[in-house]
């Protein structure tokens, strides 16, 4: 009978959790896999109100394929007519505003373990027995207060709404060095 229910891999410079049962989801478990663009949006059947960048399209099925948001929650914030925040970081460009949307791990335990595996890899951590009570304190700490988790980001012209991008929140260095050149080159008219 195999007790070990939670191993911990060891990378060059970062450690990751796996958990019996939880994390070990085959690639036929994942929602949207196989998915192109247009059969991933037809299934959505998002507003036709608004209009929804190719761009916008190919990042939200990105993120929808892993895990890391729900795109069904997008509906929710299509009722607000009120611009959850400006982006400030792109304020030379114009009235760039943002929502949020709502990530896996609002969902599920795997979800959660994942965005732990994230928080590991991104800040470069090797757990060990002096560290990992420390490192799971602060990522419950910022795993409380991060859950918006991915900005969905926007711009009104015309009394039209333009679905523009989703990314990680707070990566205002992406919006100022990809984000926003990709949207001027797709969109020029629009800013």
């Known amino acids: 009978m195999d007790t070990e229910k939670v191993k911990i ?7 990751q959790i796996e958990v019996k049962g939880i994390t070990d989801i085959s690639n036929d478990c994942k929602p949207y896999k196989g998915y192109t663009i247009d059969e991933f949006f037809e299934r959505l059947d998002l507003p036709q109100d608004y209009v929804y960048t ?12 892993e895990l890391k948001v729900r795109p ?37 335990t795997y979800s959660f373990v994942f965005n732990l595996n994230n928080y590991l890899k ?8 002096d560290n990992i009570n420390i490192t799971i304190d602060v990522f419950l700490g910022k ?13 009104i012209k015309n009394s039209t709404r333009y679905y523009l991008d989703i990314c990680e929140h707070g ?6 060095t990809v984000g926003i050149h990709q949207y001027i080159s797709d969109n020029p008219k629009l800013f």
């Open 9 to 15: 891999f060891d990378y060059e410079q970062y450690s």
């Open 54 to 65: 190719r761009y916008f399209k190919k990042r939200l099925l990105f993120y929808s394929q």
């Open 72 to 108: 069904e929650s997008l509906v929710d914030h299509f009722k607000t007519t009120r611009p959850i925040s400006v982006l400030k970081c792109l304020k030379l460009f114009g009235h760039i505003e943002h929502h949020h949307i709502d990530g896996m791990y609002n969902t599920d």
């Open 122 to 129: 991104k800040y470069k951590i090797k757990l060990n027995q």
């Open 143 to 155: 795993f409380k207060e991060s859950q918006t988790g991915y900005w969905v980001i926007y711009v």
């Open 171 to 176: 990566n205002d260095e992406y919006l100022q």
